[in-house]
């Protein structure tokens, strides 16, 4: 392949996809509080993409994204509420303002 094939490559063309180690490497960054891991991390989770799907989870990375600003985090989150009762989104969001970095 040569550098005019990489450059025109489509972003998942010759690459093996791992979903499970991108959600190991995405948890890494995201427990130190990187705000675009955790919004990655809340659409694995939102998805079940190398995951198994868990609202409580999607949710709770979403709203610590969008407590740093992350563009898009809030409308994930806010998605996610919609099928959650009252009684998960509070203690979702119990969990999100009690979460420290690691």
């Known amino acids: 392949m040569s550098h005019k094939d990489i ?4 972003p998942d063309e010759g690459l093996a996809q791992n979903y499970s ?9 995201a427990e130190q509080g990187q ?3 955790q919004n990655s991390l809340g659409r694995m989770y939102a998805g079940g993409v190398g995951v198994e ?3 409580a989870l999607a949710h709770l990375w979403f709203s610590l994204a969008a407590a740093q ?3 898009t985090a809030s409308k994930g989150r806010d998605a996610i509420e919609h099928k959650m009762t009252a009684a998960q989104m509070a203690k979702a969001r119990k969990r999100a303002n009690d979460w420290r970095p690691k």
């Open 7 to 10: 450059d025109n490559r489509q």
């Open 69 to 71: 600003g992350e563009a």
């Open 21 to 29: 180690d991108a959600v190991n490497w995405y948890l890494r960054s």
């Open 35 to 37: 705000a675009k891991a």
């Open 53 to 55: 799907q868990d609202d």
